[in-house]
């Protein structure tokens, strides 16, 4: 009989290693297997098959043989657990997640809220013939870069039919099924019952089923968010990240993996095609990859943008310019998007007598206040009534500071009461349902406003927006992160897309810093200078793309232990620039520091780290730190 070297699927850390168990003739690599383990049973994987067990180890047999995924998958996993710095069962976890056992025949998931599909066009246009030439003939990873509307998706749709023919599967990732609900339609109208969806909406039993058709051939495309990237498609060909700049690739919880990184690994390890499509790339991706470049909208020119300058115009967030242009939306029973990052009704209650503005008492933030009645945390969902008077001097005289979405709702709804105002945010729209119930109803009316965070600004397509605002360009730009600049040009641009796709279009971007770099190349639709002098700036740092980050996050009661561990930490890595410790914003009461290493070798450090870590965790349980290690983190 043959041996498997098989990972229980188990969470503790101290089991994080193979065992060795008898298995059948036949059992390979990548069988889901049900193993006796210590005194109870484990799901696990098979890793691989060895003729003997190691000396000394009494191998039981497997109970049973309850599944199976490609083999390459399991490599995968061994690789993210290892790059990531999780533990195998974790990783394992991600490519053979538990499915519910089936009870009875049950209908196929309802039809999504996707949206119809389109025609295919007549012709494809000269830069996209020239793109699904390259994809389905090349090899390795490829930008495909565009402005909306240049036609991105349907080089997409066109080199998945053209992988079809030749026999291979292909997985299209999307930042989040719920925004991207015209790409998903299109994707079923152009292949119908060949795709498959998983997101998040979905039950555990639908998502079995999505996974049973994956694995048995009957669905070869899928279309999903981050984690489907891990479908058990077999032979395949494409992988498409579309809008490859959104930072909702990256997980942020154990394994802390980077789906378009693991999106070039699986492709490497099957002879895939990757393509990153986007509008505004990453300074990474630009950097790294062949451009395949589809130049501007079709038919079509990008709208102006203008710029207006919030230190000479006064009725913040309504300047005058922007009422005007809203007027004639008004008049014209148009529509217009208007884009404000932050949410609730004011960002802060500060006191005009003492200068004390109301914090979190958890947090180091400034409490929001929400209707006019209750001040929330952000962070941590502390919630509060808002006083009458100063918690400090007990003056009543509270000013609320700046305006978040409820505020702006409310003044144009004062400005403008002509219009139907639609507001998106994450306490508008809490449920799936209700946002595609929202974008449905500001498709269907005439005199709309749909309003809110950046919610508003991916990637849905409208007929007939005539006006596209950024209310306040600056929320993003004061940020202590090296990408603040990155986000901010990439919001900006993204919105800017949403005006004028058939209707002449108009954008105006009001922000206190008009000469900031990402607002003024933003505004001229200037994506390569952006990118040109981001990639100078980033090499003269030595950040990404020119070196990796590793962020290690410790957290603790009190804030001098926690420096204290970082600064041992600090002193036991070599061959990496280290930056800190340095103190966080404490949140939901845990006082916060990192130490972030620049490095050519994020594996090696990660490692270390994870030595030192595991070799301090009794002295770290005592003193009640805990601590993360975050390679390639997306924000600081
Ligand atoms: P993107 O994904 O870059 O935003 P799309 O693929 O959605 O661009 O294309 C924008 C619009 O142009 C869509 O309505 C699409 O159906 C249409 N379109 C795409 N390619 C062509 C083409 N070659 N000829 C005519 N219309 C096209
Ligand atoms: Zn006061
Ligand atoms: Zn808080």
Redesign the pocket.
Known sequence: MPFASVYPLVTARAVAREFTYEVDEGVGVGAIVRVPFGRSRARGIVTAIVDAAPPGVDARPIESVIGEIPPTLVELALWLADYYGSTPARALALVAPESPKRRKEQAPPAERQSLSG????????PP?IAAVERIVNGQGNYLLY????????????QAIASMLERGFGAIVLVPEIALAP??VG?VRARFGENVAILHSGLTDAERRDERERIASGEARIVVGARSAIFAPVRGLGLIVV?EEHDPSYKQDSDPRYDARTVAAKRAALEGAVAVY?S?TPRPETWAALEHLD?GG???ADLPPVRVIDLRREAGYPLSAPLLNELRKVAEHRGKAILLLNRRGLAPALHCRACGTTIRCPNCDVALVLHGDVSLRCHHCGYTTDSPSNCPACGSPDLARLGAGTQKLERELARELPELELIRLDADAVAKPEQLALALQRFRETDGVVLLGTQMVAK?H?FSGVELAAVIDADTGLGMPDFRAEERTFQLITQLA?RSG?DAPGRVLVQTFQPDARPIAHAARHDVGRFLTEELERRKALDYPPYAHLVRIVVSGPELEPVVRALEELKAGITGAELLGPAALLRLRGKHRAQLVAKTEHPRRIASQAARLLSAAAPAMRKAKLTAVVDVDPQSL
């Open positions: 389109e025609a295919e066009p007549l012709e494809l246009s996209q565009g402005a909306t509307g240049s036609g991105k998706t349907e080089v997409y749709l015209q790409t299109r579309d499509g509008a589809l909208r079709l038919g990637g397509h897309g796709r």
